[in-house]
């Protein structure tokens, strides 16, 4: 935590014309600005003026400073913990560096001292030479000398350490810590393209859901069992009206992108939907109870004529939805599950859809010709633990996010093969560690896909995602709160990003400056 002080207060102790304790302040533009500061004996001087008490005073600037060093702390902490993480890289680079470079030199210098011992070992055998001249008198011929022996010999210790190096040199080519510092840098340069734009908005009262209309002037968000209107203004947010219909803490909320009607979803087990009837007035229909449970996540087809729910029942209900009548009906469900479902996804088709639950399972359910949804698929993991969140990034590609406290901390991408989804490890993702947390339910992943921009939020971090062209996941930043409590929405053009942060108590809205 940053520590702020205010330096030569106690410069200002005493009134300089009395010499007498400051007790109370006065904003006069005739004045200087240690003028300001009245004794007992100023504050005569001051009758009719408004004249503050200083202990107010000083108590409203400590609040200034107090919102001052978060929003500093905010903004320094992201390339504090970034540069700490480059720092730890290097050094585990000049680490291994050193130990490869270690192993590098000793083989070079056995080699070396291999060549010199057989340049220094020059001994020859005075009989054999002597045969030699004999020879060579005898034949007339030249003395030559026959290197074909040493140089197969020199040539096999060559080709031994040349090995022995290459692969250490290999190694060192194909060290990958160099990769992770350079997105280091890159999420350093990119740290900053995040801008807070409203931080000041309290909220008492738990709130586990946003959303935004299509055109993103209207946000919602839940407060317990209430929901909240804000008109929405490039980030900045104004209370509008307070909808009532729920009786228990509201848990999903879902805007039409055809309409600003939308539907609402939580513990009391109902679903409702909510027609504007007027400009920024809405309507709700009757309570739908087809769960016996709290119902904890909503996904809504294109044509927005079906919508599927899930909850903590272990069932997922589809729906069929006319958002013109403001009314819902019941059509089937599915039991696959055997603990609280806590995701939904559709592909882009939308004939597939991925359910993941507290069971630990992800079934993958297929839908044939505009009919009925089937089971299709238990899918295999290779780390089982919870997974708050799934999402289809294309027709045949999703991710997921692994929860657990003490987790392999990563994003996990499943890829169809042949219409069977597997785990593909080598796209795993790896996040920032952290086993103080365990990962919460109720902030969805996020997918603009013009912008390809994904997001998503793990514990106490939420990462700003791309994907490359061979469909890898490149982190291009992320932002750090301090507690694992956090929800939060996306606007649909995938400018404004909107939190509420349960440990602080308020929303913070964010511009997202990536193109």
């Known amino acids: ?5 205010i330096i030569e207060f106690e410069k200002y102790q005493n009134c300089k014309k009395h010499n007498q304790p400051i007790q109370f302040v006065v904003f006069n533009n005739n004045l200087k600005r240690e003028e300001y500061l009245l004794c007992n004996i100023c504050r005569q001087d001051f009758e009719g003026e408004r004249v503050f008490e200083l202990q107010m005073i000083v108590k409203m600037i400590e609040d200034n400073l107090k919102i001052k060093v978060e929003n500093i702390e905010r903004l320094i902490k992201v390339d504090l913990d970034l540069t700490q993480q480059l720092l730890e890289e290097l050094r585990m680079i000049k680490q291994k560096l050193n130990s490869q470079l270690d192993e590098l030199i000793s083989n070079t210098v056995d080699w070396n001292k291999n060549l010199n011992v057989w340049a220094k070992n020059l001994q020859f055998q005075f009989l054999d030479e002597l045969e030699i001249v004999k020879e060579q008198i005898n034949t007339s011929k030249q003395n030559i000398f026959d290197s074909e022996q040493l140089i197969n010999s020199i040539t096999k210790l060559n080709n031994s350490h040349i090995i022995k190096n290459n692969t250490k040199l290999t190694t060192l080519k194909n060290l990958d810590m160099y990769v992770q510092c350079e997105q280091i840098l890159q999420n350093l340069d990119f740290a900053h393209h995040i801008k807070s734009i409203d931080n000041q908005i309290k909220q008492l009262d738990s709130c586990y859901a ?18 909240k209107v804000w008109d929405f203004v490039q980030g900045k947010m104004k209370e509008i009206t307070t909808l009532d219909g729920h009786v228990k803490t509201i848990h999903f909320l879902l805007f039409s992108k055809k309409s600003n009607s939308f539907l609402s979803a939580g513990s009391d087990n109902t679903i409702r939907c909510w027609k504007e009837i007027y400009e920024k007035q809405w309507k709700s229909s009757q309570p739908y109870q087809k769960h016996t449970q709290s119902v904890d996540c909503l996904i ?34 599915l039991d696959r599950h ?14 597939k859809m991925v359910s993941c639950g507290l069971d630990n399972q992800i079934i993958i359910w297929q839908k044939y010709n505009q009919k009925e949804w089937q089971f299709e698929q238990i899918v295999t993991q290779t780390f089982l633990e919870l997974k708050y ?4 990034i294309n027709n045949d590609q999703l991710i997921c996010v692994n929860g657990n406290q003490v987790s392999q901390d990563s994003i996990s991408i499943f890829e169809s093969n042949n219409g069977i989804y597997k785990e593909n490890l080598n796209k795993q993702v790896q996040l920032i560690k952290n086993d103080k947390f365990c990962d919460l339910a109720f902030f969805p992943i ?6 390809n921009l994904i997001i998503i939020k793990h514990k106490q971090h939420v990462y700003l995602i791309k994907t490359t062209n061979e469909g890898q996941l490149k982190i291009i930043t992320s ?8 929800y939060g929405a996306l606007t649909n053009d995938g400018k404004y990003l909107v939190t509420w942060n349960k440990m602080f108590q308020k929303y913070d809205s964010y511009e997202i400056q990536i193109s």
């Open 338 to 351: 055997k603990n609280q479902i806590i995701s939904l996804s559709f592909n882009q088709l939308e004939n």
């Open 210 to 227: 946003i959303s935004f209309n299509q055109s993103g002037s209207l946000m919602i968000s839940a407060s317990n069992q209430y929901i």
């Open 446 to 451: 996020f997918y603009h896909k013009e912008k």
């Open 1 to 5: 935590m940053f520590q702020s002080q």
């Open 389 to 392: 969140r799934f999402q289809f």
């Open 479 to 486: 932002i750090q709160f301090q507690s694992n409590e956090i």
């Open 300 to 333: 809504l087809n294109e044509p927005e004529n079906q919508f599927v729910s899930g909850g903590s029942d272990c069932s997922i209900k589809i729906w069929q939805i006319d958002l013109i009548r403001n009314q819902l009906t019941h059509l089937y469900s």
